[in-house]
């Protein structure tokens, strides 16, 4: 996939540089801690997998990041920038995209809506033909289906169509919450296999994953939420082997 960014200026971040940071992160619903002091950071080309029990705090890191929750305390910079004063929208024009737990595409619009949505900050046509271009290479079963509409699509189908909507507003970082949540397993190894390409290219990903074993297959690095703080931390091939995580999240 072509991830140049013809309306956008390249990240600062140069590979192997701190893209993403997430310092002494915390965030509060209706005066209880969902995040304590959450620590992480993503290297620019990395794949970065948060694991952890359902309520840990996965998703609510993740939405923070793209300033869907607001701050109690800590930043998130990204490319050197603190998004604590930056509206959503401006996030992903800054190079963010995130794939939601759950899909939330448009089901009475087709497929080919779907992902027109996705460009909303981009107004090179061009730029917009070769992207959905790329993502139908991606996953070219939404080549097949470009004229229907998104709520007849199988989950996976959906799946797909979620992470080529999210592609197509060209992000240099992309965070992906369950991709694998309520799919057949037929096409749950496609859809890693995508992601996997996707990295490939250079886009970056933070991937919240409730299979374990997908999740350190395919990143390069994890945290271990619990309880909405970092309790463990490290290579992926490393935390796959640790008794702890073996016996919490791998079946022993």
């Given at each position: 996939?072509?991830?140049?960014?013809p309306?956008r200026?390249?990240?600062?971040?140069k590979?192997?540089?701190?893209?993403l940071?997430v310092?002494?992160?915390?965030v509060?619903?209706g005066?209880?801690?969902?995040?304590?002091?959450?620590?992480?950071?993503?290297?620019?080309?990395?794949?970065v997998a948060?694991?952890?029990?359902?309520?840990?705090?996965?998703?609510t890191?993740?939405?923070?990041i793209?300033?869907?929750?607001?701050?109690?305390?800590?930043?998130?910079?990204?490319?050197g920038?603190?998004?604590?004063?930056?509206?959503t929208?401006?996030?992903?024009?800054?190079?963010?995209?995130?794939v939601?737990?759950?899909?939330?595409?448009?089901?009475?619009?087709?497929?080919?809506?779907n992902?027109?949505?996705?460009?909303?900050?981009?107004?090179?046509?061009?730029?917009?033909?070769?992207?959905?271009?790329?993502?139908?290479?991606l996953?070219?079963?939404?080549?097949?289906?470009?004229?229907?509409?998104g709520?007849?699509?199988?989950?996976g189908?959906q799946?797909?169509l979620?992470?080529?909507?999210?592609?197509?507003?060209?992000?240099?970082?992309?965070?992906?919450?369950?991709?694998?949540?309520?799919?057949?397993?037929?096409?749950v190894?496609?859809?890693?296999?995508?992601?996997a390409?996707i990295?490939?290219?250079?886009t970056?990903i933070l991937?919240?994953?409730?299979?374990?074993?997908?999740?350190?297959?395919?990143?390069?690095?994890a945290y271990?939420?619990?309880t909405?703080?970092?309790?463990m931390?490290?290579?992926?091939?490393e935390?796959a082997q640790?008794?702890?995580?073996?016996?919490?999240y791998?079946?022993?």
């Amino acid at each position: 996939m072509n991830t140049a960014h013809p309306t956008r200026p390249p990240p600062k971040a140069k590979a192997g540089e701190v893209l993403l940071s997430v310092q002494a992160l915390a965030v509060a619903y209706g005066g209880i801690r969902a995040i304590k002091k959450v620590e992480l950071e993503v290297k620019r080309g990395e794949i970065v997998a948060m694991i952890g029990a359902n309520g840990a705090g996965k998703t609510t890191t993740l939405k923070t990041i793209m300033r869907l929750c607001p701050i109690a305390e800590g930043k998130v910079v990204y490319d050197g920038r603190d998004l604590a004063d930056v509206v959503t929208e401006d996030v992903v024009d800054a190079g963010l995209s995130l794939v939601p737990e759950g899909r939330a595409i448009f089901p009475n619009l087709t497929v080919r809506e779907n992902l027109e949505l996705g460009a909303w900050n981009h107004r090179n046509a061009n730029a917009i033909a070769e992207t959905e271009a790329d993502v139908v290479a991606l996953f070219p079963r939404l080549g097949e289906r470009m004229k229907q509409e998104g709520g007849t699509l199988s989950g996976g189908e959906q799946q797909m169509l979620a992470i080529g909507r999210a592609m197509m507003a060209r992000p240099s970082m992309l965070l992906l919450d369950e991709p694998s949540l309520g799919i057949a397993p037929r096409l749950v190894a496609d859809i890693f296999e995508a992601i996997a390409r996707i990295a490939d290219t250079g886009t970056t990903i933070l991937l919240v994953e409730q299979n374990t074993r997908l999740a350190l297959k395919y990143s390069q690095r994890a945290y271990v939420l619990r309880t909405g703080e970092i309790a463990m931390s490290g290579p992926s091939a490393e935390l796959a082997q640790n008794d702890e995580i073996k016996a919490a999240y791998l079946g022993g």
